[in-house]
């Protein structure tokens, strides 16, 4: 029912978008959010380029939609257009944006499927705290990640028709994973220490006003007697 709830109010944010897109007043003001959904069209462009042998259309696509997202958070900024659906829109192409990459040079470099399972990981993981009524929120080490696994997919694109050493390519996987890890370790703790507080909470609400079942059943005995007390008074 949540992801339901969700999803509605996600669908509703894409048309008050629209229709704010077709304001001249409001216009400027939904471009970051533009920017950020047209990652959603990643994988129209970069899987056919790349498995049709494409490579460098697919690289200079690449490269164009991972410019939006930085593009889109700095005029978010500047423009004072951040909004809560914006940053979950950010989070959400981000994830199909590089899961589109991975998957399409998985094909060539098997490696690659194990950046592609920490992100499902990740993913998966504020996704849950978003269907818990959380509200996620990118942490440093995840734009390091991010801006690490752009490198690292770029690099590879490219080095099918450049000569770049395997050696760095190597040497940025390994920082990439490594950054992977560490996001997926702080997004649980996080998600963990939610859960703790939420329980936290929950269980001093019991505390602070207990059911007494013996009370209840105490209460429902005297109405009972003091109403058959009444009715033969009656009689």
């Known amino acids: 029912m949540r992801v339901k709830e969700i999803y509605n109010r996600y669908i509703e944010q894409f048309k008050i978008m629209i229709k704010k897109l077709k304001n001249k007043k409001t216009r400027r003001q939904q471009i970051p959010n533009l920017l950020t959904a047209s990652r959603l069209c990643a994988p129209i462009f970069i899987l056919p380029f ?6 460098k259309l697919a690289l200079i696509s690449t490269i164009l939609f991972a410019a939006t997202d930085g593009l889109d958070g700095m005029l978010a900024r500047k423009w004072h257009a951040t909004s809560e659906f914006g940053r979950d829109l950010d989070a959400i192409t981000d994830k199909i944006f ?3 990459i991975l998957l399409a040079l998985s094909f060539f470099a098997p490696i690659l499927l194990i950046n592609l399972g920490l992100e499902l990981i990740i993913g998966g993981i ?8 959380h509200n996620p ?11 690490s696994l752009s490198v690292l997919l770029i690099s590879v694109f490219a ?4 000569t770049i050493s395997s050696s760095l390519i190597y040497y940025i996987l390994a920082q990439t994973i490594a950054l992977q890890l560490v996001t997926t370790v702080a997004y ?10 939420l329980i936290e909470i929950i269980t001093k609400e019991k505390l602070t006003s207990p059911i007494d079942d013996n ?3 105490k209460n429902k005995a005297d109405n009972y007697s003091k109403n058959q007390q009444l009715s033969n008074s009656k009689l």
């Open 50 to 55: 790349a498995f049709t042998g494409h490579l």
């Open 98 to 100: 590089a899961g589109t």
């Open 126 to 133: 504020n996704a849950i705290e978003k269907i818990k009524g």
């Open 137 to 147: 929120k990118t942490i440093i080490v995840g734009k390091f990640k991010t801006a």
């Open 159 to 162: 080095s099918f028709y450049l």
């Open 188 to 197: 649980y703790h996080i998600h963990k220490k939610k859960n703790n507080q």
């Open 215 to 217: 009370n209840i059943d």
